[in-house]
């Protein structure tokens, strides 16, 4: 952030020079000050302060100049800087003057010549005013900048993925913030090029993709190795564990993530039952923790990008890339996890993005402000965002198949909500469509042997379901009749497994129908629905990595 700013301005060259010895002696640690010789200068001076949006503190300004007078600059200073003091700098038989400038410019003080000592007659009264203005002064935000509409999928789609990597962002909507077109028009972007990110250094980028945004956040896009001892696919908390014990082991170690770490833990807005954290911490949290951790510990993490493929030659693993790259690998461990099943009804799939959500309740949930909102699902993931939303919406419906959460949801979950005055369970209920026009306005639900029911609602958090993320790797490894990948004793009882293994010993606990190919985490048949376990898996899949690279 720049240090805000203190003009001066003075036509005489002797007189400048000292009050801006004086006050760099005094302000310099917390203010830039800027010396200006002329009038004329000065206005145009402010006119360019005002175009970069540079914070000006004060400004000092000696009276008497030709051209332009100190009150005239003062007066313009008021009307760019309404914020900034404004001091005037005067001879003694000046002062008519000085009262004159109080009533035109609104005069915050005036000094005058000579001001030594300064310590007694300069310092005291600039740090009341710069005080005063400290007060108030809010400094302008200089991170990256996102503009765009609420209801637009597109800028959903920026939202989750700059949350999801942590990246702080200021979101200006075009409908909602007063300065969102004019900054617009200074891009030299239309509307309906939306959105527009727009980064610290001013480079402005309509509509950028992936990997745009991942190359200015400095993620690895491209493989730095030849050859991996072990590569993870997916950074969900197993393959996060499995990169901070791979790299923590010496292993050469490459995390391959195609959206954003932290798979559906990441998205939990509090997850409260997982070892050591007394308090909870949030998915975010414990993602940009591992994340943080596996780098520092030598791991290398390439995202966003996808595994589209993976074939077996000579033993080593040659996993191919959405790009068409390639990467070699001596053992693999899939950690794609699962997502969550599109639920199907009228206006769902249209209004996806604009106020309809698979997870996503911490991106959107202070849009959802003061307004009723609706969560579908029973599980965990649903109730801690039906919990995080209860924060912010007037009130937060719970649809659940079910007769209850019992037997879906952990108990201190099912207490929290029972003791949430703006959270409604409403159980034996479906969502039979979503109605508006750009944006979702209303939800019809129907509990069951009852008429449908159509509720206002500023949005729809969608947790129903998962499907292993596997299609692309089915072919080549087995998996049960739902997709999940089958591993360790689970093979020796499928008949497609003998004709295919070439090994003589079993499979190892987490290994796959490939040698040296592991899978830890949801995507794998049996697994255990938690962040633990998860986490446990992924750690556990390098143990009998580094058995199968011993053999």
Known sequence: MKKPLILTVDDDPQVLGAITRDLRQEFRQHYRILPVGSGPEALATLETLRTRAEPLALVLCDQRMPQVEGIEVLTRARALFPEAKRVLLTAYADTTAAIRAINSAQLDYYLLKPWDPPETLLYPTLHDLLASWQATYRPAYDGLRLLGYQWSPRSHALKDFLSGYLVGYQWLDMEQDAGARTLLAATGFSEQELPVVIYPNGQAVAQPDRQELARHLGLLAAAQQELYDVVIVGSGPAGLAAAVYGAS??????????????????????????????????????????WTQAIRLGAELMAPQEVTSLAVQDGYKLLTLSDGSQVRARAVVLTMGVSYRVLQAPGLERLS???????????????????????????????????????????????IRGESLGASMSAYLIEQLAQTPNVEILPRTQVREACGGNALGAVVVQAEGQEPVRYPARALFIFIGTRPSTEWISPLALCDPKGFLLTGRELLADPRFAPIWPESREPHLLETSVPGLFAAGDGRAGAMARVASAVGEGSMAIKFVHQYLGE
Not at 355 to 379: D, H
Request: aromatic share 8%; net charge positive; proline share 3%.
């Open 249 to 290: 082991e010496g292993l050469r170690t490459l995390l391959i993530e195609r959206e954003t770490p932290g798979g559906q833990a990441g998205s939990s807005s509090r997850i409260e039952n997982y070892l050591g954290f007394p308090t909870g911490l949030s998915g975010s949290e414990l993602t940009h923790r591992a």
């Open 353 to 399: 993005g604009a106020g309809v959500y698979y997870g996503a309740a911490r991106t959107e949930a202070r849009s959802c402000s003061a307004q009723p909102v609706f969560v579908v699902g029973g599980g965990n993931s649903a109730g801690q965002a039906a919990m995080y939303l209860s924060g912010f919406a007037s009130r937060v419906y719970l649809v």
